[in-house]
């Protein structure tokens, strides 16, 4: 059964690496610039379809305890003045810089879950994301079809 099915607009944003921000209080901040608030606004985006789908099966309630499938499709907007050198550059998003997709996907695991103390970065599909055992993930150039953002569904195994 599908958990969730979710497209999230926006610039997709890479799971960084973490960075200290304070040598004293050992205080932390991603490497990536937008990376949190763009978690934040996908798993906002999850919660929402959660709230709207209210499964009828009780054991499916969110955030679902058991092993999950989850499928990316990140649509992502080249960068200005960008000329596709290769013809595979017009569909796929091959730039210096257009994000790892392992990253890319990283960041949606982590948004989907429920286990970060900042209780706006959980979406609570999944209690934790090592509940995922298939991933199907992707990248396209954004275009007038497909919108730049994030396709999410997560499913029951």
Partial sequence: MIIVDVFVPGAAKTKGSMEVRNRVTGAMKESVAGSSRWRALMAQAVRDDIARRQPPVAE?????????SVTVAAYLTPPAGWVARFLTAVIWPIWPRAGDLDKLVRNVLDAIGSTSRNAKMNGGAIVDDNLVCRIAAWKHVADDRHPAGVRIVVETL
């Fill in 60 to 68: 499916l309630r969110a955030p679902y305890p058991g092993p999950v």
